[in-house]
């Protein structure tokens, strides 16, 4: 079950809007006028955070001497203006000479995924062709000379050299027609039903081109990938059938380079992400750890020899959850990112001590490449051969997002994108308190101006996932719902509760067959925290959230009185009906400990269906009707039953959305009445 709302960035998860203009500026003045002053109009604002110029990637090449990173131009394709990503390669120590990196000069192509060669001379990267096919292209750096080496069918992605630069891997669903995920807009079923599968598997192919082979069995879908350092195998997370509803049964397994041969490592009973090759070639890493969603990694960092054996706890005890892992060719030693009680870290972990060293902490976010701009993807930073130099992309929630190189931790801007965006909210300061024996943190968010002597309106904004946080990120998009509410004069409560990360896998697994009910209570007590430090009326709060927060929202309005109105998007509202109707349903298991068709009462008990004759507060839900992860079904489940026991409430489809909603007008329309349904019940400036 997906983590975020409505998002920003286009259907390639590599792109966001980007349209810099004098929209801030302008915002900005709204806000800076006296106390007394009205909000920004809520268009303003939502211009405003479409202003930020979004990084998607950074890579920095083996001698630290050049950095690629990845941005967005606006282009025409067939008559219509389209945003993509683009690349440009740069002066690594100051980010002079920037370039456009591309295999379409002229044209509007996609390009992202940027993979240096072990010596450092060439870039193979993801294009896509005259078609809208994605290729690989392969740089050669001395005099940019660009060719593409593939003839793709099908989605494809993450290109990776091999340790002697001579072949190239990545990522291919052959045929297929869409990009591997359960995010985007789900196929309308009509006659018989059926189902056709299209793996994704993994590729090899000539560095100078040529046709490509794939590895392993035809009905393995491959997750995530990496070379062993001899170039003579591959680690993978792989599982058979479905790829976009089995990524939670996914095992561990050896793929040969040459023959293809699979063997299995390790049948692990959560979830697995990141696999690393040690330096030596002598053990494999991951992250292991109970995760609700694919490609939004966290837990503890286990180490397993690559000959076999059972796999080690590194981080035993981690207060924290880690986010990416990088062994840098070292044999003993990883460098990781970590959430933890709302601040990010950079550490070494000696695995086999079990040790950990700081780098840095700070309330910020990093990374080197992400996923959809939301959280970190399978990169947190950059480092060169020597791991001397780094590069990422940093940001905090009142900064924004910037290229940035240095020794690692040490950092310093090499790009001025975003120099003119100002925040359009006030001060954001992490909260904590104490719940059922858990330290639990999260994130208050204030308007811009706050008025001594007067009393506030505060929205709680859970989140998804359930194994997700909310993560200082600077807000950039029409989703980000707590920044316009703060526009408006709202406080806003982002609270990480029991199943989030950041507190260590315990915290992340206590709300296992426990759905609605601890983590209401640490949502409860954090409003009570929140009330102590910030002049908040206790009669003007409400609640929203997107998926799994669409369902806290949903559930909280059965179990208290608390909160005066609601929003609740892509919510779930009966955990029986939702199993046999999603297209995702083995996430489920870990959580409940079993199906629904063996343990029915454990659903039925953290339904708000079950309980729907409490609510009283008035509900505005929305959704996307082609929603593959949270059927529009369960919205409609709720808002019946709201408005036959008469409850106010009100309930917008959005047709040809999915899970994410990707049309600009549709995002400010959410947006839109997400502010005026709580202006009409809360009533700020009151």
């Known amino acids: 079950m997906f983590t975020f709302a409505c998002c920003a960035w286009s259907m390639n998860k590599h792109v966001a809007a980007l349209s810099c203009s004098v929209a801030t500026v302008l915002l900005c003045g709204m806000l800076a006028k006296p106390v007394a002053a009205q909000p920004a109009p809520v268009t303003a604002v939502l211009d405003a955070l479409s202003s930020v110029h979004p990084f998607g990637e950074v890579a920095i090449s083996p001698d630290a001497r050049r950095v690629i990173y990845g941005s967005v131009v606006t282009g025409k394709r067939g008559g219509a203006e389209v945003d993509v990503s683009a690349l440009w390669i740069a002066n690594a120590n100051d980010g002079s000479g920037a370039a456009r990196l591309t295999a379409c000069p002229g044209s509007v192509c996609d390009e992202h995924s940027a993979a240096w060669s072990p010596d450092g001379t060439q870039v193979a990267f993801v294009t896509t062709d005259a078609k809208e096919q994605t290729q690989i292209a392969v740089a050669t750096v001395s005099n940019r000379d660009v060719r593409i080496i593939t003839s793709a069918h099908g989605p494809l992605d993450t290109p990776r050299w091999s340790s002697d630069g001579s072949r190239i891997a990545f990522l291919y669903s052959e045929g297929a027609p869409r990009t591997p995920g359960p995010l985007n807009p789900l196929a309308r079923d009509a006659g018989v039903l059926s189902s056709t599968v299209y793996e994704q598997r993994l590729a090899l192919i000539s560095a100078r081109g040529g046709d490509a082979t794939l590895l392993g069995p035809a009905d393995l879908n491959i997750y995530e990938y990496d070379w062993s350092?001899?170039?003579?195998?591959?680690?993978?997370?792989?599982?058979?059938?479905?790829?976009?509803?089995?990524?939670?049964?996914?095992?561990?397994?050896?793929?040969?380079?040459?023959?293809g041969a699979l063997t299995t490592l390790l049948r692990p009973h959560l979830q697995i992400a990141s696999p690393r090759w040690s330096g030596d070639g002598t053990r494999i890493a991951y992250i292991g750890g109970l995760m609700s969603d694919e490609g939004i990694s966290g837990g503890d960092i286990y180490v397993v020899p690559a000959a076999g054996g059972a796999p080690v706890d590194a981080t035993p005890g981690l207060a924290g959850s880690v986010q990416t892992i990088t062994w840098n060719a070292s044999a003993t030693r990883i460098v990781a990112t970590e959430f933890a009680a709302g601040d990010e870290v950079l550490a070494t972990i000696d695995v086999d001590s079990k040790s950990q060293r700081e780098l840095w902490r700070a309330p910020q976010m990093i990374w080197a490449n992400c996923l959809l701009g939301l959280t970190p993807g399978d990169a947190g930073i950059s480092l060169s051969k020597n791991a001397a130099v780094s590069a990422v992309i940093r940001q905090s929630y009142t900064s924004p997002p910037e290229v940035e190189t240095g020794p690692p931790g040490k950092w310093k801007p090499i790009t001025r994108a975003n120099a003119g965006v100002k925040p359009i909210t006030g001060k954001a300061t992490s909260v904590f308190w104490k719940s059922d024996g858990f330290s639990v943190q999260g994130m208050l968010i204030e308007p811009p101006a706050v008025v001594q002597a007067r009393r506030y309106p505060l929205v709680v904004e859970v989140h998804g996932g359930p194994?997700?946080?909310?993560?200082?990120?600077?807000?950039?998009?029409?989703?980000?719902?707590?920044?316009?509410?703060?526009?408006?004069?709202?406080f806003v409560f982002k609270p990480n509760p029991r199943g989030s990360y950041g507190q260590g896998e315990a915290f992340t697994q206590a709300n296992v067959k426990d759905f609605g009910y601890g983590d209401l209570r640490d949502i409860l007590r954090g409003v009570d925290a929140a009330q102590e430090t910030a002049p908040i009326d206790p009669e003007r709060v409400?609640?929203?959230?997107?998926?799994?927060?669409?369902?806290?929202?949903?559930?909280?309005?059965?179990?208290?009185?608390?909160?005066?109105?609601?929003?609740?998007?892509?919510?779930?509202?009966?955990?029986?009906?939702?199993?046999?109707?999603?297209?995702?349903?083995?996430?489920?298991?870990?959580?409940?400990?079993?199906?629904?068709?063996?343990?029915?009462?454990?659903?039925?008990?953290?339904?708000?269906?079950?309980?729907?004759?409490?609510?009283?507060?008035?509900?505005?839900?929305?959704?996307?009707?082609?929603?593959?992860?949270?059927?529009?079904?369960?919205?409609?489940?709720?808002?019946?039953?709201?408005?036959?026991?008469?409850?106010?409430?009100?309930?917008?489809?959005?047709?040809?959305?999915?899970?994410?909603?990707?049309?600009?007008?549709?995002?400010?329309?959410?947006?839109?009445?997400?502010?005026?349904?709580?202006?009409?019940?809360?009533?700020p400036g009151a």
Request: no cysteine.
């Open 229 to 259: 350092p001899d170039g003579r195998r591959f680690v993978v997370t792989a599982a058979r059938g479905s790829g976009d509803d089995n990524w939670w049964i996914a095992e561990l397994d050896l793929l040969d380079a040459h023959s």
């Open 467 to 490: 194994a997700y946080a909310h993560y200082p990120l600077f807000p950039a998009s029409p989703d980000s719902f707590d920044a316009v509410l703060a526009s408006q004069g709202y």
């Open 542 to 683: 409400g609640i929203t959230g997107w998926s799994y927060g669409g369902y806290m929202t949903m559930w909280a309005l059965t179990q208290t009185d608390r909160f005066k109105a609601a929003v609740a998007g892509a919510g779930l509202s009966d955990w029986l009906s939702y199993y046999g109707t999603n297209n995702i349903d083995t996430w489920m298991i870990p959580y409940f400990g079993a199906s629904v068709y063996d343990d029915p009462k454990v659903y039925a008990r953290s339904s708000p269906i079950t309980f729907i004759k409490n609510v009283h507060a008035p509900t505005l839900i929305v959704g996307g009707d082609r929603d593959a992860e949270v059927p529009i079904t369960q919205s409609y489940e709720y808002w019946n039953a709201l408005r036959r026991l008469g409850v106010r409430t009100e309930f917008v489809v959005y047709p040809d959305e999915g899970h994410f909603f990707f049309r600009r007008a549709d995002q400010v329309d959410v947006a839109s009445r997400l502010v005026n349904w709580f202006n009409a019940y809360l009533k």
